[in-house]
């Protein structure tokens, strides 16, 4: 027979093993790809603005003046489908925060149960059984009842972080899809605010080409009378006719893009088709707010995407550190207390009812590492990859800013040149009549004179919307337009807010 090893001996051997385990996975643990700088370096004003310093940006309800175009933000702001589903992903994401939380602490469990047993004779436990009397004098039930009513205990004991770790990740990822929220508001807004003034400048657009039908109809039943007159020649009535119809088709595809552009913004609003109610002077810039550009360093506070990005990159990092935890040992606690018995006669809480136990487990990785490698290595690669869209995300931020800050400049020049044009041409449609009508000008320069004209006021509509679109496009790229979620979430119990 062999001697029993000593208590010592099993001592040492016991504390040797934890050793082994709580050193050698850290010895072997990989070590993370390596990073390249996540702060790319950003230049320090914006190309033609000079003396600048830290900027703000105004709300959208100071920045738009418009009364309504502020109203039908706000109506899309409560009623837009997109941002709800947004609202009930950072919703989800927020109770993965706090599942990532409870992990931290122990899972206490409270049960009862209740059965009866008849063991073979010829097994173990059955022969134990024949032989020993449960109660003195009394023969043992069959079957065997047993009634147990307990309290389990459970714990992780988070001694290297990784349970941490993955809680503060999740968190960070909470706060991503509020940015990310945050980034859909500036672009609703900014959308609204596009075909607002799209649909503004195709009002004008509408006025000026009905106008110069009317201008051409006078011109076409003056050519008729000419023409009775021997004056002219039929072609020159059938010049002007046709530059009459040309316009009047014209109308009806203006009128079909008034229509489209209506019903973009109610589905932006979140609602059914209906009229879109708008300012005749929507197309004044002076209805914008000044833009205040700032420096390029702002755009890390402002832009939301830009934030959501670092907020991904900070949680890609932890879950990096919590991947590498996992080579560790993990260390678990169990304890149970209740009570236990065969019978409700005896005492419920009489010593010999208790039942009760704790065990603590440290376990290591030995064999099956290549998993717990694979997954390390993974999240190390979407860190990587994290910081190069966060560079990406700030250079993308930056070339949009200098983009429309260009834009502005550029296009107020043109404006400036393209209304004198817009005048001279004006001037030349009268012109051209009162000569035509003294047999000074041919009829081909009174057509030619009209359509220049009717270009050119078409072109200055069209530079004058591209140059507010150019001031919304800054303002939301600047980072403008972000509201609370107080303003977007409809209020429990209210129906949709209807428009205007």
């Given at each position: 027979?062999?001697?029993?090893?000593p208590?010592?001996s099993?001592?040492?051997?016991t504390?040797?093993?934890?050793?082994?385990?709580?050193?050698?996975p850290?010895?072997?643990?990989?070590?993370?790809?390596?990073?390249?700088?996540s702060?790319?370096p950003?230049?320090?004003?914006?190309p033609?603005?000079?003396?600048?310093?830290?900027?703000?940006?105004?709300?959208?309800?100071?920045?738009f003046?418009?009364?309504?175009?502020?109203?039908?933000?706000?109506?899309?702001?409560?009623?837009?489908q997109?941002l709800?589903i947004?609202?009930?992903e950072?919703?989800?994401?927020?109770?993965?925060?706090?599942?990532?939380k409870g992990?931290?602490?122990?899972f206490?469990t409270?049960g009862g149960?209740?059965?009866?047993?008849?063991p073979?004779?010829?097994?173990?436990?059955?022969?134990?059984e024949?032989q020993i009397?449960?109660?003195?004098g009394?023969?043992?039930?069959?079957?065997?009842p047993?009634y147990?009513v307990?309290?389990e205990?459970?714990?992780e004991?988070?001694?290297?972080?990784?349970?941490?770790n993955?809680?503060?990740?999740a968190?960070q990822?909470?706060?991503?899809?509020?940015?990310?929220r945050?980034?859909?508001v500036?672009r609703l807004?900014?959308e609204?605010?596009?075909?607002?003034?799209?649909l503004?400048?195709?009002d004008a657009?509408?006025?000026i080409?009905e106008?110069?039908?009317?201008?051409?109809e006078?011109?076409?039943?003056?050519v008729?009378?000419?023409k009775?007159?021997?004056r002219?020649?039929e072609?020159a009535?059938?010049?002007?006719?046709?530059?009459?119809?040309?316009n009047?088709?014209?109308?009806?595809?203006?009128?079909q893009q008034?229509?489209?552009?209506?019903?973009r913004l109610?589905?932006?609003?979140?609602r059914?088709?209906q009229?879109v109610?708008?300012?005749?002077?929507?197309?004044?810039?002076?209805?914008?707010?000044?833009l205040?550009a700032?420096i390029?360093?702002?755009?890390?506070?402002?832009?939301p995407?830009?934030r959501?990005?670092?907020l991904?990159?900070?949680?890609s990092?932890?879950?990096?550190?919590?991947?590498?935890?996992r080579?560790?040992?993990?260390?678990?606690?169990?304890?149970?207390?209740?009570?236990?018995?065969?019978?409700f006669?005896s005492?419920?809480?009489?010593k010999?009812?208790?039942?009760?136990?704790a065990?603590?487990?440290l376990?290591?990785?030995?064999?099956n590492?290549s998993?717990?490698?694979?997954?390390?290595?993974?999240?190390?690669?979407?860190q990587?990859?994290?910081?190069?869209?966060?560079?990406?995300?700030?250079?993308?931020?930056?070339v949009?800013?200098?983009?429309e800050?260009?834009?502005?400049?550029?296009?107020g020049?043109g404006?400036?040149l393209?209304?004198?044009?817009a005048?001279?041409?004006a001037?030349?449609?009268s012109?051209s009549s009162?000569l035509f009508?003294?047999?000074r000008a041919?009829?081909t320069?009174?057509?030619?004179?009209?359509?220049?004209a009717?270009?050119?006021?078409?072109?200055?509509?069209?530079?004058?919307?591209?140059?507010?679109?150019?001031?919304?496009?800054?303002?939301?790229?600047?980072?403008g337009?972000?509201?609370?979620?107080r303003?977007v979430?409809?209020?429990?119990?209210?129906?949709?807010?209807s428009?205007?």
């Amino acid at each position: 027979m062999k001697r029993a090893m000593p208590n010592a001996s099993k001592f040492l051997l016991t504390a040797l093993a934890t050793a082994i385990l709580a050193v050698a996975p850290g010895c072997l643990t990989p070590k993370p790809d390596p990073l390249p700088s996540s702060t790319p370096p950003l230049p320090d004003q914006f190309p033609g603005v000079t003396g600048a310093t830290n900027g703000t940006v105004l709300g959208w309800r100071e920045f738009f003046r418009d009364p309504a175009l502020a109203e039908l933000i706000s109506t899309a702001l409560t009623n837009n489908q997109e941002l709800h589903i947004l609202l009930q992903e950072v919703a989800a994401s927020r109770a993965e925060v706090g599942g990532r939380k409870g992990a931290l602490f122990p899972f206490v469990t409270l049960g009862g149960g209740a059965g009866a047993e008849k063991p073979s004779r010829n097994t173990l436990q059955g022969a134990v059984e024949d032989q020993i009397e449960i109660e003195p004098g009394k023969e043992n039930p069959e079957p065997l009842p047993n009634y147990a009513v307990a309290a389990e205990f459970e714990w992780e004991v988070d001694i290297w972080k990784k349970l941490r770790n993955e809680r503060d990740a999740a968190v960070q990822r909470y706060l991503a899809t509020q940015a990310g929220r945050n980034f859909a508001v500036t672009r609703l807004v900014s959308e609204i605010a596009a075909s607002y003034y799209e649909l503004i400048s195709l009002d004008a657009l509408l006025g000026i080409v009905e106008r110069m039908v009317d201008v051409q109809e006078k011109a076409l039943e003056s050519v008729r009378l000419k023409k009775a007159a021997g004056r002219v020649t039929e072609l020159a009535v059938r010049r002007f006719e046709a530059e009459v119809l040309k316009n009047r088709s014209r109308l009806f595809g203006i009128r079909q893009q008034i229509t489209e552009t209506e019903n973009r913004l109610n589905v932006l609003a979140g609602r059914y088709p209906q009229p879109v109610r708008r300012s005749s002077d929507g197309l004044d810039p002076a209805m914008l707010a000044a833009l205040d550009a700032g420096i390029p360093s702002d755009l890390l506070r402002h832009r939301p995407d830009v934030r959501q990005a670092e907020l991904e990159l900070t949680a890609s990092g932890l879950e990096v550190k919590a991947a590498g935890a996992r080579f560790y040992p993990a260390l678990s606690i169990s304890a149970a207390v209740g009570l236990e018995s065969f019978t409700f006669g005896s005492p419920i809480f009489a010593k010999e009812n208790m039942l009760y136990g704790a065990a603590a487990n440290l376990v290591g990785p030995l064999i099956n590492r290549s998993a717990i490698r694979a997954a390390f290595k993974g999240a190390s690669a979407r860190q990587v990859a994290a910081v190069y869209e966060y560079q990406q995300t700030v250079l993308k931020a930056y070339v949009e800013v200098v983009n429309e800050l260009s834009r502005i400049r550029n296009v107020g020049q043109g404006y400036e040149l393209k209304s004198k044009q817009a005048a001279a041409l004006a001037d030349s449609v009268s012109l051209s009549s009162l000569l035509f009508d003294s047999a000074r000008a041919d009829y081909t320069e009174v057509l030619l004179t009209q359509r220049e004209a009717l270009e050119a006021r078409m072109e200055l509509v069209e530079i004058q919307q591209t140059r507010l679109l150019a001031a919304v496009q800054a303002y939301r790229a600047l980072g403008g337009g972000v509201v609370e979620a107080r303003e977007v979430t409809p209020h429990a119990g209210e129906g949709a807010t209807s428009g205007p």
